[in-house]
């Protein structure tokens, strides 16, 4: 008989760079020079109102020699930047951005995320305060010369009074709109203010010229103040919408205090600025208040409420020693914690620096829309000077129709509604995953979740606690303590679970360790190691005879049967060049989470996949106990990203993973997942981290995205659908100037609160 083991050693600090899947979020334009890591800014850009301009600004970052890759969300207004910091500083890419006629503002100091997601939400407030200001003064303005133009009140002077009004709605409560279109025309452009400056324009000055010549019979200073007011509104509500998609990050970013007690080394305490913090500091963290920055427990025991960080509501019990995260909150008696990290290396401020680079990134559905936002300023000026020549066409006299008609398109046609249908509901969704505890670093990971229909998953650690334990030494001469001293001598030189449950093990039962050296790992197999003079192996039965046969003794194979049997995970032992010594038999048992997260993945139409390294006996008692059918067992871990590519021929598949040792495989699958119990590791490991130690997180990624990208369909659809239909009815007269202004800014409007029903979403 040959009874095998599962133990899998590996190297776990070699976590994999860049994740391979569908999407990125910005396209690299250069190339760094191996081994510089880059540089990543995020800034707030003012001025941008449609996605032609969005599109612009990303264009010129992505053109600038230096910039790695750049991506631009309209919806928030901010930029996401990697770039090679020998070649570019953050103010020069800044003034790359204000040179096309837009204001990039940076932000400043240690916690530039934070502050960057707060300077957000702040900068959309005061622009829909701004913005309302102007609409109602516009309003009141405008409702006058309306209802004389509505009701065709002609008395003396009536179109003067109608110019009196009109004037200062459009050139001063409408000035942004010139502007923005004049920066545009110095530099050659156009975008959506040009076509409102252009269209108020013409009507104002054509309006103007008929009173003047006496034909004041019919005019138009009334479309040009309802376009203008009606913009205006839909701005207001736009902002008000912004800042609200905004408000989860923002969240993040105003956990940390602004101040710290700093103790200092006679006893005294002091208080700083949080700034000032550096690592190795020693800080008193009161009851109620919220830690600082990252550390460990120094002095006491940490009572710690995680639920605005991970989205878990229980409180965590850390002891001396154990990490703390700032903006977490002290919910027990003081403590005193040492600082670790600062600034941007805390993992705060890396959450919200992944948030704002998956918020800016394109997903593959926003495409299209790119494509048609990117020309579709000059094609309506063109369909608005066709439209003109319309009567010509057809042999008619011309009359100012054909002028109400071409004004109408140029309102009409405004590509806001477009540009805005996918980066507001990205931006809300990553942001309402990101409260939730789960990290979402691409928004493309949204599309490929929607399309999973397959999801595998790592056992120890992710559907296991990956705490396993010794449930039996099995020892030929009966000596199992001496065996398990030894086994724990070699497994010192391990990280690997199931080497430190043999360690605790002979610790727990006062086993004196001997010394050991000389380690050497064998990748999937086992480890060997020098003790006592002898070299010892243990891993897997074949590793450690290497690859001798040997007759087993019969009570040694009687036990490994039944050990087998009851589904433990075996490492055997054996003295260099001798015949096995015996095994330890070890039990991980599942988290009570994964039972009922595999039938919830079930009931949504994928396929549950185990891939583990472990035998066939551990791995089918793990899969039995959470309800999969479908296992792929003693897989080392080199194999298992060849493992998965095989499965992804068969669909969009998902690789659920610890994020230490899982990382070719997290690679190899369209999306990887990473649990949080490798927090360190997993920010790197995959384009999805579960900040909560929880495979549940993998149902809430999935219906998170499922309704994102039904309401980006949806949102893309109504946006499609106004333009194909409005632009025809404006061109053969259906629609009038005022009717346009105000379904364009519906149309804009209601693609910002559709999104926005993500901000109430539950799992």
């Known amino acids: 008989m040959n009874p095998t083991m599962s133990h899998s050693h590996s190297s776990h600090g070699a976590a994999h760079e860049g994740p391979v899947h569908e999407g990125h979020a910005a396209e690299a334009v250069c190339e760094l020079p191996a081994g510089q890591t880059p540089g990543k800014i995020e800034f707030q850009v003012d001025g941008m109102t449609c996605a032609s301009c969005a599109l612009r600004v990303e264009k010129r970052l992505k053109e600038t020699p230096g910039v790695e890759s750049a991506a631009v969300n309209l919806a928030l207004g901010q930029a996401y930047v990697s770039y090679d910091p020998q070649a570019l500083t953050p103010e020069a890419i800044a003034k790359r951005v204000s040179a096309i006629g837009y204001e990039a503002r940076l932000p400043a100091g240690e916690n530039a995320p934070e502050q960057l997601a707060v300077q957000g939400e702040h900068a959309h407030h005061h622009h829909a305060e701004v913005q309302a200001r102007e609409f109602f003064g516009a309003l009141i303005l405008t409702i006058p010369v309306f209802i004389i133009a509505m009701f065709e009140l002609h008395f003396t002077g009536s179109g003067w009074v109608q110019a009196a009004l009109s004037i200062p709605v459009v050139f001063w409560f409408g000035r942004q709109f010139f502007e923005s279109a004049w920066r545009r025309l110095l530099h050659f452009e156009a975008n959506m203010d040009t076509l409102i400056a252009a269209g108020s324009l013409a009507a104002v000055v054509l309006s103007l010229w008929l009173l003047a010549s006496g034909r004041s019979h019919h005019?138009?200073?009334?479309?040009?103040?309802?376009?203008?007011?009606?913009?205006?509104?839909?701005?207001?509500?736009?902002?008000?919408?912004?800042?609200?998609?905004?408000?989860?990050?923002?969240?993040?970013?105003?956990?940390?205090?602004k101040t710290a007690h700093h103790l200092l080394p006679g006893g005294d305490m002091e208080t700083i600025p949080a700034e000032r913090l550096g690592t190795g500091m020693l800080v008193r963290v009161l009851a109620g208040e919220s830690i600082p920055a990252d550390g460990v427990v120094a002095e006491g025991r940490a009572v710690v409420d995680e639920s605005l960080i991970t989205g878990e509501s229980a409180v965590v019990i850390r002891e001396k020693g154990g990490e703390v995260t700032g903006g977490s909150v002290n919910a027990g008696d003081p403590f005193v914690m040492r600082?670790?990290?600062?600034?941007?290396?805390?993992?705060?401020?890396?959450?919200?620096?992944?948030?704002?680079e998956a918020q800016a990134s394109h997903p593959p559905i926003q495409r299209l829309a790119d494509v048609v936002a990117g020309r579709f300023t000059a094609v309506v000026i063109g369909l608005s000077i066709l439209t003109i020549f319309i009567p010509f066409f057809r042999g008619q006299p011309w009359d100012v129709s054909a002028f109400e008609a071409a004004l109408a398109v140029l309102v009409v046609a405004c590509p806001c509604a477009l540009g805005l249908a996918t980066p507001a509901a990205v931006a809300v969704a990553v942001g309402r995953a990101a409260r939730m505890?789960?990290?979402?670093?691409?928004?493309?990971?949204?599309?490929?979740?929607?399309?999973?229909?397959?999801?595998?998953f790592d056992k120890t650690g992710t559907l296991t606690h990956g705490r396993p334990r010794v449930a039996g030494v099995f020892a030929v001469d009966g000596r199992a303590d001496d065996l398990l001293a030894i086994a724990a001598a070699i497994e010192s030189g391990s990280e690997h679970p199931l080497g430190k449950a043999m360690v605790q093990a002979a610790r727990g039962k006062g086993l004196a360790i001997p010394e050991a050296?000389?380690?050497?790992?064998?990748?999937?197999?086992?480890?060997?190691?020098?003790?006592?003079?002898?070299?010892?192996?243990?891993?897997?039965?074949?590793?450690?005879?290497?690859?001798?046969?040997?007759?087993?003794?019969?009570?040694?194979?009687?036990?490994?049967?039944?050990?087998?049997?009851?589904?433990?995970?075996?490492?055997?032992?054996?003295?260099?060049?001798?015949?096995a010594a015996g095994f330890i038999a070890l039990n991980d048992e599942p988290r009570a989470e994964s039972a009922p997260v595999i039938a919830a993945l079930k009931g949504l139409g994928l396929r549950p996949i185990m891939l583990t390294g472990d035998a066939e006996a551990?791995?089918?008692?793990?899969?039995?106990?959470?309800?999969?059918?479908?296992?792929?067992?003693?897989?080392?871990?080199?194999?298992?990203?060849?493992?998965?590519?095989?499965?992804?021929?068969?669909g969009v598949t998902l690789m659920v993973g610890d994020g230490v040792n899982d990382g070719p495989a997290l690679a190899a699958a369209h999306t990887g997942v990473a649990m949080g119990s490798g927090a360190e590791v997993a920010l790197k490991a995959a384009p999805v981290t579960l900040l909560r130690d929880d495979p549940r997180g993998i149902e809430t990624l999935i219906r998170l995205s499922r309704s994102a990208m039904r309401i980006i369909r949806q949102n893309l659809f109504w946006a499609f659908f106004y333009n194909v239909l409005m632009i025809p009815l404006a061109m053969a007269g259906g629609v009038n100037p005022m009717l346009a202004a105000g379904a364009m800014a519906l149309s804009s409007v209601m693609v910002v609160f559709n999104s926005l029903r993500l901000t109430r979403w539950k799992a």
């Open 339 to 356: 600082v670790s990290r600062t600034g941007q290396e805390t993992l705060l401020s890396r959450m919200i620096r992944l948030v704002l």
């Open 219 to 257: 005019l138009w200073f009334e479309s040009a103040d309802v376009i203008i007011t009606l913009v205006l509104l839909g701005r207001t509500m736009e902002a008000r919408g912004k800042a609200m998609a905004g408000s989860a990050i923002a969240a993040l970013g105003k956990l940390r205090p």
């Open 517 to 579: 050296n000389g380690w050497e790992v064998s990748r999937g197999d086992g480890i060997s190691a020098l003790v006592n003079g002898d070299l010892w192996r243990a891993g897997r039965l074949e590793f450690v005879l290497h690859g001798r046969g040997q007759v087993m003794d019969s009570v040694l194979s009687s036990e490994a049967e039944q050990a087998q049997a009851a589904g433990a995970t075996l490492v055997w032992l054996a003295r260099e060049g001798g015949a």
């Open 618 to 650: 551990p791995a089918r008692r793990i899969a039995q106990a959470v309800g999969i059918t479908d296992i792929r067992h003693s897989v080392k871990p080199e194999q298992k990203a060849a493992v998965v590519r095989e499965l992804g021929r068969d």
């Open 437 to 456: 505890g789960i990290l979402v670093r691409d928004a493309a990971v949204l599309e490929i979740a929607w399309r999973a229909a397959q999801v595998v």
